[in-house]
């Protein structure tokens, strides 16, 4: 085997040792867990019970939180007491007197001290408002929430639900855009052995074909394994996984097709062209269909994906290279079926 085609097989290797150590090692970054109560009333004294993760409330010095109502409306805990290192209890007096009319407002907890950094809970308390309060805002610009600690070193987001299973973004998610990518892959041969008649197109679309199938096997095992921890059921009836699973069964149906004729010609065009039928009809199940209807499943019917609070950069560092590395082993496996496939090839035609 020559150096130049060696060196991508070996990068192949090299960048998905990178993505399992690092995707497996890093830790995550602090979070809330859950905080309780849920509602309070203006006027009222709360003492919040915050279980958090990977946090350390009870050795940090300096614990600072507040409930903010808005982008400049917000109050100071009274008290912070450490129970243990993931536990708090963390006392606020609400005011009577609001900035806002509306009854029910969303408050989002922050937390923050020098070796955690700052962290949210989103929706943390809904204030329901009584006795028509006084409209003023003189209590609620008294938190500073200036000069908030960062937390050092490389760590992954916290994201309540997803917990620890966010590493599973590296290889549920990668999976599919290299199954994509190796789909394309076979498209080109596909179409290229129908223009040209070369057989040996024939056998590179079957090689990429293939390994893609597997590629989107292992895609809905690990999404079905993420599932039961997210949802708490290995499969629900969310239109994007029904909709991938019967693009899936459209690419198994291929492997049926291909072992229903002997004939090498006949074969090969019904082939090639149920490829082309195959990827045309995958667009709408996995990308248009979805995205017309609400679903659980990120990146479909309104739930963004990739981006802001789903895909920092911490995790682009391991996600891309992922994809990368899938790849190329992919390519690296369907290469190892084309040569065993123009071995057959030789032996048929010389038998």
Same mark, same amino acid.
């Given at each position: @085997?020559?150096?130049?085609?060696?060196?991508?097989?070996?990068?192949? $290797?090299?960048?998905?040792?990178?993505?399992?150590?690092?995707?497996?090692?890093?830790?995550?970054? !602090?979070?809330?867990?859950?905080?309780?109560?849920?509602?309070?009333?203006?006027?009222?004294?709360?003492?919040?019970?915050?279980?958090?993760?990977?946090?350390?409330?009870?050795?940090?010095?300096?614990?600072?939180?507040?409930?903010?109502?808005?982008?400049?409306?917000?109050?100071?805990?009274?008290?912070?007491?450490?129970?243990?290192?993931?536990? *708090?209890?963390?006392?606020?007096?609400?005011?009577?007197?609001? !900035?806002?009319?509306?009854?029910?407002?969303?408050?989002?907890?922050?937390?923050?001290?020098?070796?955690?950094?700052?962290?949210?809970?989103?929706?943390?308390?809904?204030?329901?408002? =009584?006795?028509? !309060?006084?409209?003023?805002?003189?209590?609620?610009?008294? *938190?500073?929430?200036?000069?908030?600690?960062?937390? +050092?070193?490389?760590?992954? !987001?916290?994201?309540?639900?997803?917990? =620890?299973?966010?590493?599973?973004?590296?290889?549920? $998610?990668?999976?599919?855009? *290299? @199954?994509?990518?190796?789909?394309?892959?076979?498209?080109?041969?596909?179409? @290229?052995?129908?223009?040209?008649?070369?057989?040996?197109?024939?056998?590179?679309?079957?090689?990429?074909?293939?390994?893609?199938?597997?590629?989107?096997?292992?895609?809905?095992?690990?999404? +079905?394994?993420?599932?039961?921890?997210?949802?708490?059921?290995?499969?629900?009836?969310? $239109?994007?996984?029904?909709?991938?699973?019967?693009? @899936?069964?459209?690419?198994?149906?291929?492997?049926?097709?291909?072992?229903?004729?002997?004939?090498?010609?006949?074969?090969?065009?019904?082939?090639?062209?149920?490829?082309?039928?195959?990827?045309?009809?995958?667009?709408?199940?996995?990308?248009?269909?979805?995205?017309?209807?609400?679903?659980?499943?990120?990146?479909?019917?309104?739930?963004?994906?990739?981006?802001?609070?789903?895909?920092?950069?911490?995790?682009?560092?391991?996600?891309?290279?992922?994809?990368?590395?899938?790849?190329?082993?992919?390519?690296?496996?369907? +290469?190892?079926?084309?040569?065993?496939?123009?071995?057959? =090839?030789?032996?048929?035609?010389?038998?």
């Amino acid at each position: @085997m020559t150096t130049k085609g060696l060196w991508w097989k070996v990068a192949g $290797v090299i960048i998905f040792i990178f993505v399992l150590i690092g995707g497996l090692c890093v830790p995550l970054r !602090p979070g809330v867990t859950s905080s309780q109560p849920a509602n309070a009333k203006n006027g009222d004294t709360l003492f919040m019970n915050v279980i958090g993760y990977n946090t350390h409330f009870s050795t940090a010095k300096n614990q600072r939180a507040w409930l903010k109502l808005d982008s400049i409306h917000a109050i100071a805990a009274k008290d912070f007491f450490g129970k243990n290192e993931n536990e *708090a209890v963390i006392t606020f007096y609400i005011p009577k007197d609001l !900035p806002t009319s509306e009854k029910v407002r969303p408050l989002t907890l922050i937390i923050d001290n020098e070796l955690d950094g700052a962290f949210v809970q989103p929706n943390a308390l809904f204030l329901t408002i =009584e006795d028509n !309060p006084t409209q003023s805002s003189s209590s609620w610009t008294q *938190a500073d929430l200036t000069n908030l600690s960062k937390a +050092s070193g490389l760590k992954f !987001p916290y994201r309540n639900i997803l917990n =620890e299973t966010i590493r599973n973004t590296f290889f549920h $998610v990668a999976l599919w855009f *290299a @199954m994509f990518i190796l789909l394309i892959a076979g498209l080109y041969h596909a179409i @290229m052995y129908l223009r040209t008649g070369d057989y040996d197109h024939d056998i590179q679309s079957a090689s990429f074909n293939r390994i893609a199938i597997l590629y989107g096997v292992l895609g809905l095992l690990t999404g +079905s394994v993420w599932a039961k921890f997210t949802w708490n059921t290995f499969w629900t009836t969310d $239109v994007k996984l029904n909709m991938t699973a019967i693009a @899936m069964l459209i690419y198994l149906a291929y492997l049926v097709l291909r072992g229903s004729s002997a004939d090498h010609d006949r074969r090969a065009k019904l082939a090639a062209s149920y490829t082309i039928f195959a990827f045309i009809a995958l667009i709408p199940l996995v990308f248009v269909i979805p995205r017309m209807t609400d679903s659980l499943h990120p990146g479909n019917g309104g739930n963004p994906a990739l981006g802001g609070e789903d895909l920092d950069h911490t995790l682009r560092l391991f996600f891309y290279p992922s994809i990368i590395a899938l790849s190329l082993l992919g390519t690296w496996m369907a +290469s190892l079926l084309i040569r065993y496939e123009r071995l057959k =090839e030789k032996i048929f035609l010389k038998s």
